[in-house]
């Protein structure tokens, strides 16, 4: 069965240091990738995703990630964390072929001022 | 424009109840998904809707759990004899196809007392 590793549950951060949460799935066919992210109080919002072609993707408010096929991993990095950064953050995949998303138990990042 | 809306955004009862949760969808999204959130948990499918009808419903628990989208927008699911393990946030997401990206609504949390 497929299913998708994060592998910090949580994680605290000062302002202004630099952040990288891993993820790691398991399946063998081709993958679309994703990050979402839920600010206190808010929905799922989607911060960047993966379908094909360049594997480092750029997303909203300096968010990036990188798709390494061969560790089966998507971390997501950014060089300056903010305060408002605070929030959980759930890796998701879905294989080709089918429409459901796979997503890892999310990691809660607290950024101190 | 307008996003994913669910409603109620907060349901309580008791168990043995029944219970309906309702969502509508992006304008135009053709795609309709359900997934359930426990506590600490990442987002589970449950079932995903094309149209009107149920492409895949392989993430419903048990037939207890049942969802409708008669016109191809609104979805509701339905809960017949609820139990307290059914207490979660109930997600609804769309898209305008069944590999596009899911844009996910606020959520119902179901408490089953």
């Known amino acids: 069965a497929q299913s998708v590793s994060q592998h910090n549950h949580h994680v605290i951060l000062s302002e202004a240091a630099s952040l990288e949460l891993g993820c790691n799935y398991s399946?063998?066919?081709?993958?679309?990738l994703f990050w979402y992210v839920q600010y206190p109080g808010q929905h799922l919002q989607l911060l960047l995703k993966?379908?094909?072609?360049?594997?480092l993707v750029k997303g909203i408010k300096g968010f990036e990630a990188e798709f390494i096929k061969s560790k089966f991993s998507f971390n997501l990095r950014k060089p300056s964390v903010q305060w408002s950064d605070t929030a959980e953050y759930f890796c998701?995949?879905?294989?080709?072929?089918?429409?459901?998303?796979?997503f890892g138990t999310g990691t809660r990042l607290k950024v101190l001022a | 424009g307008a996003g994913v809306s669910q409603t109620p955004s907060n349901k309580v009862t008791e168990k043995g109840k029944y219970v309906e949760l309702r969502c509508d969808p992006i304008?135009?999204?053709?795609?309709l998904y359900w997934y359930r959130q426990s506590l600490g948990q990442g987002p589970e499918f449950l079932i995903y809707?094309?149209?009107?009808?149920?492409?895949?419903d392989s993430g419903l628990p048990n037939d207890r759990f049942f969802a409708v989208r008669p016109e191809g927008s609104v979805s509701t699911l339905k809960i017949q004899r609820t139990e307290r393990g059914d207490s979660a946030v109930y997600l609804c997401?769309?898209?305008?196809?069944?590999?596009?990206?899911?844009?996910f609504g606020p959520g119902t949390r179901l408490l089953v007392l």
């Open positions: 997401a769309s898209s305008t196809g069944g590999q596009e990206t899911q844009y």
């Open positions: 399946y063998g066919g081709t993958v679309n």
């Open positions: 993966y379908f094909s072609g360049d594997p």
């Open positions: 998701a995949v879905g294989s080709l072929g089918t429409y459901k998303y796979i």
């Open positions: 304008s135009g999204h053709t795609a």
């Open positions: 809707f094309q149209g009107t009808g149920a492409a895949d």
